[in-house]
């Protein structure tokens, strides 16, 4: 009976992530931002060849998702400055360059 008690639930209320009280989006943005964040700061001159490829491919993975995560809430949540705030939040997202003129 408990778990069609949770299923409920989790039928009646798919936008939003019980972990963080955020709106799956927004926390999907938020763990992708944290992640480019991550290994944006990870990057070093003195690491080997190896070592940056592996992070530059994170950061692409990472940053280039939370940017287009983000520039997708500000458009959906345009109203919502609370959003606007977590949106902006992340230097390393909004810095980011993948060549692109988004």
């Known amino acids: 009976m408990k778990l069609i008690q949770v299923l409920v639930i989790f039928i009646i209320f ?19 931002a944290e992640m480019c964040e991550h290994f944006a700061g990870e990057w070093d001159s003195d690491l080997s060849e190896g070592q940056k490829k592996e992070i ?22 345009r109203n919502d400055e609370k959003v606007k705030v977590i949106a902006d939040s992340y230097d390393s997202v909004t810095t980011y360059d993948d060549g692109s003129e988004n």
Do not use: H, T, W
């Not at 972990?19 to 992708?32: M, V, Y």
């Not at 530059?56 to 520039?71: F, L, P």
């Open 14 to 32: 798919p936008s939003f992530s019980f972990g963080s009280g955020l709106r799956r989006d927004i926390a999907d943005f938020k763990k992708n």
């Open 56 to 77: 530059e491919r994170q950061v692409d993975k990472y940053c280039k998702k939370a940017k287009m995560q983000r520039k997708n809430l500000l458009v959906k949540y």
